[in-house]
């Protein structure tokens, strides 16, 4: 399977799970919602002077009002069945927005 094609079904599960979630960038909406990125290559394998495997990462960022939101709890079930690796990078209030920000960083290989 392509690096894209697992990015496009990582997408497909996140949106599954019934809030607004959306690639790279967010319409102007009301939340909860999902926004999740690739950002680049995370690693790579070589062999015989060329690339073998490479990986992928990336970021879910989840925005929510609602505190303790058990949608927070479902995201890393996704992240377990569709990426090779992720954390929890950080949980976070935006006094600005009044949301809670959780992200997670992924990689897919």
Not at 75 to 81: G, N, Q, S
Not at 84 to 101: D, F, K, R
Request: aromatic share 12%; proline share 6%; glycine share 10%.
């Amino acid at each position: 399977m392509t690096l894209q094609a697992k990015l496009k079904r990582l997408g497909e599960a996140l949106a599954g799970l019934g809030v607004a979630c959306h690639h790279y960038w967010r319409p102007k909406m009301k939340p909860p919602y999902i926004v999740w990125q690739e950002n680049g290559e995370d690693g790579a394998m070589y062999g015989d002077n060329h690339k073998q495997e490479s990986t992928v990462g990336g970021t879910v960022d989840y925005f929510t009002p609602v505190e303790f939101d058990p949608v927070a709890d479902r995201i890393p079930a996704v992240l377990e069945e569709q990426v090779s690796y992720w954390a929890l990078n950080s949980v976070q209030y935006e006094p600005e927005t009044g949301l809670i920000h959780h992200e997670w960083t992924f990689e897919v290989g």
